[in-house]
C-alpha cells in the first residue's frame, strides 16, 4: 500500500486521513502457525508536527491458525494499534525506524510488523477444549483417555518427573 504524503511532508500542522485496504505479501506462515487471510485495513491519520510525520491508526485484519490444545483450524480478527513516527529515508538512518522516500510511504512492513506483535502467544478454538490424545484420539481429562494406564509424558517435562522420583526416593528403585 503507497500513499502519496507530499500535502503533508510541505505543510507543518497539517493532518491526512488515511483509508487504505490489501493484501500484504510475506504474512502467510508467520512463526510457522499463523496466516492473515484477506486485506489489511487501516484507518488513521498522517500528521506534521513541525517538521516530524506521525502515523496513528487501528489496522485490522483477519488471521487462521490451528489450536493449541486440540489442533483445529480456527479463525480470528486482530485489531493492531499503530503508533509510530516516520523519518525522510537517507543514506545512513536506524533499521527500527520506519522511513518514507520523497513524497511516498510504503505502509505494508509498518502494517505488518505492528501486526505480528500484536498476535496473541496462545489460540484456543473454545474455553472447553480437551487435549486430545495422541494415541487414541479422545480427550484427555483429569483421569486419562482411557487407552493406557499411565499417560505419555511429554519430553519437555521428563526432568520435572525425575526430580519429583528424587524427592520420594523413588530414583534407580532404592528406597530412602
Known amino acids: ?10 505543510t507543518p500542522g497539517s493532518k ?35 517538521g516530524m510525520l506521525r502515523l496513528n491508526g487501528k489496522a485490522c485484519c483477519t ?4 489450536c493449541d490444545i486440540c489442533g483445529n483450524k480456527i479463525t480470528r480478527d486482530l485489531q493492531a494499534d499503530i ?11 536506524d533499521d527500527d525506524q520506519y522511513v518514507y522516500k520523497d513524497n ?5 512492513k509498518i502494517l505488518s510488523d505492528n501486526i505480528v506483535l500484536s498476535l496473541p502467544m496462545s489460540h ?12 487414541c484420539g479422545k480427550p484427555v481429562t483429569g483421569t486419562g483417555c482411557g487407552c493406557e494406564d499411565e499417560q505419555p509424558i511429554d519430553p519437555r517435562l521428563v526432568v520435572l518427573k525425575e526430580l519429583i522420583e528424587d ?3 523413588k530414583q534407580s528403585g532404592t528406597e530412602v
Request: proline share 1%.
Open 124 to 135: 484456543r478454538c473454545s474455553d472447553k477444549c480437551d487435549i486430545i490424545c495422541a494415541g
Open 16 to 50: 491526512m486521513e488515511i483509508y487504505e485496504a490489501g493484501i500484504i505479501e510475506n504474512m502467510k506462515n508467520i512463526y510457522g502457525l499463523i496466516s492473515v487471510t484477506g486485506p489489511v485495513v487501516f484507518k488513521g491519520s498522517l500528521n506534521n508536527i513541525n
Open 1 to 10: 500500500m503507497r500513499i502519496d504524503i507530499s500535502k503533508v511532508i510541505k
Open 83 to 93: 503508533h509510530e513516527v516516520l523519518v525522510k529515508e537517507q543514506t545512513e538512518h
Open 63 to 66: 488471521y487462521e491458525t490451528q
Open 167 to 169: 524427592d520420594t526416593g
Open 104 to 108: 511516498w510511504l510504503e505502509l505494508d
